[in-house]
């Protein structure tokens, strides 16, 4: 069968069993773009690169599926840029697709062109360009075996507008799934033998590759085990924050008595993660435990300090593995003593209560350790909880309970603007779970035109953006170093409410069924909900009707510029 390269890449994709791709349209990539016009995948229409990007990263952490996003040359591979980074550091499956100038005009500083792999070479898995139409369908599905081999991470394709209208008879390749190694017996019975004799053992959970809920799995084996897991930054979601083991977790915002608990274990065990800056305070904890790492990636990037131990295995086959033996065995002399005492610290941690004493910010504005308790009883642990950057995640990490797994999203190298984005994209790739972001003013305003993006697709997120009119986190570094003398952190913003109402679906131009670019699919009409909420006390009421609109919602809550997270050392 004879068919154009862009239309075997669509192929490809959709014998994969990719469901959707986020993209930006550009006249590079028209004959992709073709190929999906009558393609059972989704083309979720965004509206910035940067954008697009976040919502591929998402996808791949909720399904275990490589994200797939597509943009065009130039200033389209500029903006997606920073979703690259984040895959990059995050460790999450990704495929970026970029058109590209045609082959006649490579190296003549054509329109929009730059070079694929200079840009992309140092933040990628791998960096690929299709200049043989014979094999777009061959290097489609190497682009996704690499994203998700080993360390998963990104994979940037460049598609040559004019190869990708070339003809070829090559046929659509099957992507074989391979599964991922099985820890020996030995290597298993080395390990709880481990576990048994140390004093103060320690499981670290995090990364990707929790979506089949073995997590769960995990934390029962470590609380027969009475052993303590801790999470890593913004991976707790591994396991149910209702186990018995559950410590809390590393990285920024913890409780102080979490990290010192990290530091005192004599055995740590690294599942899915490592020990990385940020778990480690900045490289300064944890360093002088027996180390084992159990990880896919054979040259432990991001690790730092001792390895005694090397496991190759992914979170589900180590722990359906480790499962099969006893618990009992890794037990050793200890008691349950030293677990219940971990849980205790995150639980009084995490306890609801008001912070506005604590910050200096009495009777200013909205009290967030009050409306974030709220919003937490409200959702039960079961909604998918989507984070940018910026101290204002900082309240919904450590009030809101996470109880099912595939169930946070969060730029674990500290990008901003992945909230709006990544909730829009849970809401589509989970349409039966609440997706909720959680973002600064900020944060928000960096991809907030992906809420258009919603209204089209008939995404339903909850945005909470939490405005203090500041970049909040770098006011605080400049009140540790700078005293007084605030810089380039001052914003003005406009009414988020408001803004909402914009959005109204049925009135709003959208697409007309006719037009099946458009991607509608039959969507129902959408009214966009929003509330200003000024004081604590109007939060509660405005959550409900908030989470009770049949579309997308959004409420803007004010907080005095001066508030800050509440201390790490405060427990009780």
């Known amino acids: ?104 005009d490579r190296s003549r500083e054509s329109f929009q062109e730059f070079s694929l792999p200079e840009w992309f070479s140092s933040t990628a898995k791998r960096v690929i360009t299709i200049d043989d139409e014979h094999r777009a369908g061959e290097l489609t599905a190497d682009a996704l075996r690499i994203a998700a081999a080993g360390r998963p991470g990104p994979v ?61 799995a995990l934390a029962e084996f470590a609380a027969s085990a009475g052993v303590p897991v801790y999470c890593d930054w913004r991976a707790y979601d591994a396991i149910p924050h209702s186990s018995p083991a559950w410590a809390g977790w590393l990285g920024y915002g913890r409780a102080d008595a979490v990290a010192a608990g990290f530091a005192e274990a004599d055995l740590l065990v690294f599942v899915g ?13 944890g360093f002088d435990a027996e ?128 909230a709006v984005p990544g909730a829009v994209a849970a809401s589509l790739a989970r349409p039966d779970r609440r997706a909720v972001a959680i973002c600064g003013d900020g944060d928000f305003l960096m991809n907030g035109q992906e809420v258009a993006t919603a209204f089209a697709h008939g995404a339903k997120p909850l945005i909470i953006v939490v405005d203090n009119g500041v970049y909040g986190t770098i006011v605080s570094h400049q009140e540790n170093h700078y005293p007084g003398r605030p810089s380039g952190t001052r914003m003005v913003n406009p009414d988020f409410a408001a803004w909402m109402s914009a959005f109204d679906r049925s009135s709003s131009g959208a697409a007309s069924a006719s037009d099946p670019s458009s991607t509608d699919g039959g969507v129902a ?13 109007e939060f509660g009421p405005a959550l409900d009707r908030a989470l009770a609109a049949d579309g997308p919602a959004l409420i803007h809550v004010l907080i005095d510029p001066a508030t800050m997270p509440p201390a790490a050392n405060e427990t009780a």
Do not use: K
């Open 1 to 104: 069968m004879s068919r154009s390269a862009g239309h075997l890449i669509v192929d490809t994709l959709e014998s994969a069993g990719i469901e959707r791709v986020y993209a930006v349209p550009g006249e590079s990539y028209l004959d992709v773009l073709d190929g999906l016009y009558d393609s059972s995948i989704d083309t979720v229409v965004c509206r910035q690169e940067g954008g697009a990007g976040f919502m591929a990263l998402a996808e791949s952490r909720l399904t275990g599926r490589p994200g797939v996003a597509m943009v065009t040359r130039g200033p389209g591979a500029a903006n997606a840029m920073i979703s690259i980074h984040t895959a990059w550091q995050d460790a999450t499956a990704m495929v970026l697709f970029v058109g590209l100038v045609p082959l006649t």
């Open 525 to 537: 009409s959408l009214t966009g909900h929003g509330e200003r909420v000024e004081t604590t006390e």
């Open 291 to 418: 180390t084992v790492l159990v990880s896919l990636d054979p040259e432990a990037m991001q690790h730092a300090g001792r390895i005694d131990r090397h496991i190759a295995a992914s979170p589900q086959s180590f722990t359906e593995a480790l499962t099969r033996f006893d618990a009992a065995a890794a037990r050793g002399g200890r008691t349950d003593e030293r677990m219940r005492e971990r849980a205790e610290v995150q639980s009084r941690f995490a306890a609801h209560r008001p912070d506005a004493e604590a910050t200096g910010t009495a009777g200013a504005g909205v009290d967030l350790g009050v409306a974030f308790g709220i919003l937490d009883e409200r959702l039960g642990g079961e909604a998918i909880l989507t984070y940018g950057a910026g101290n204002a995640t900082i309240w919904g990490h450590r009030f809101i309970r996470h109880e099912t797994p595939a169930s946070l999203v969060g730029a674990r190298n500290g990008a901003m603007g992945l």
């Open 273 to 285: 993660c490592t020990r990385s800056d940020v778990a480690s305070d900045g490289y300064t904890i």
């Open 156 to 216: 940037v394709v460049g598609l040559p507008e004019d190869v990708l209208v070339r003809l070829t008879e090559s046929p659509t390749p099957t992507l074989a799934e391979a599964a991922p190694p099985t820890p020996a017996t030995a290597e298993l019975e080395s390990l709880i033998a481990r576990i048994a004799a140390a004093d103060r053992p320690a499981f670290v959970l995090g990364g990707d590759g929790w979506q089949s809920g073995c997590g769960a």
